[in-house]
């Protein structure tokens, strides 16, 4: 699936279901709590925190996608293309980064 088409799903599964997006500032709000949750799996599946009973259940995968709906959302609400922003992101990435990381002694 196209960037841009999952932003047209996302925009369709809010006009059918959702009634209408919340405002960009809840949204905002909602998309922190989100990558909170991922960052909670993170740190326990990763990291050096143990599991909660109550976070063994936790989807690492669905909740990253809960933080890719929000994004949408927002990015749909603020007449944003995802697509045409991550390709301008990568070529900028590209021509910033081309020897940076080929060049530090950490990564090799």
């Known amino acids: 699936m196209k960037i ?3 932003q047209q799903m996302v925009d369709e599964w809010i006009q059918t279901y959702g009634v209408r997006y919340f405002s960009e500032l809840t949204n905002t709000a909602i998309l922190m709590e989100e990558v909170g949750e991922v960052a909670r799996i993170m ?3 990763y990291g050096d925190q143990s599991f909660k ?3 063994k259940d936790k989807d690492l995968a669905d ?5 890719m709906f929000v994004l949408i959302c927002i ?10 922003a991550l390709i301008k992101n990568l070529e900028k990435k590209t ?8 060049n530090n002694p950490k990564l090799g």
Do not use: C, F, P, Y
Not at 63 to 67: F, Y
Not at 95 to 102: A, G, I, P, W, Y
């Open 75 to 84: 990015a749909n609400q603020t007449g944003i293309d995802l697509e045409a």
């Open 43 to 45: 740190s326990r599946k």
């Open 95 to 102: 021509q910033r980064d081309s020897e940076r990381h080929k």
């Open 63 to 67: 909740e990253m996608a809960d933080v």
């Open 53 to 55: 009973a109550s976070d």
């Open 4 to 6: 841009t088409e999952a």
